[in-house]
């Protein structure tokens, strides 16, 4: 079961429970969520966030917004732009031509 960004989440094993904020998949297939709580200690001091298995995660509450997926721009240029400043001025670092 995959958990989505923004879901209200609880760990099975320790009880904590948080919003999901992150989704972290390593190329051994192990698959970590990072959970940010949604309250504050009895003291009214912040908690701290936590980082669990996706497995021993439940999800509580489904997120009432799904989370925007922005495309991937590689800084403040587009790739085209970039490609054409390297054309011109650094022939070396072009992708399609080998130095010569």
């Known amino acids: 079961m995959e958990i989505q960004l923004g879901s209200k989440v ?7 429970t948080g919003i999901a904020v992150s989704r972290t998949v390593f190329m051994n297939g192990c698959v970590r969520v990072e959970l ?8 009214g001091d912040l908690i701290e966030g936590a980082v669990f298995d996706e497995v021993q995660l439940e ?15 590689y800084g403040t240029r587009d790739t085209v ?4 400043d390297i054309r011109g001025s ?9 130095n010569k």
């Open 10 to 16: 609880k760990d099975k094993i320790s009880g904590f």
């Open 59 to 73: 999800i509580v509450k489904t997120p009432v917004k799904k989370v925007k997926e922005e495309k991937r721009t």
């Open 90 to 98: 650094h022939r070396d670092f072009t992708p399609d031509r080998r």
């Open 81 to 84: 732009n970039l490609r054409k």
């Open 36 to 43: 940010d709580p949604d309250r504050l200690s009895k003291d």
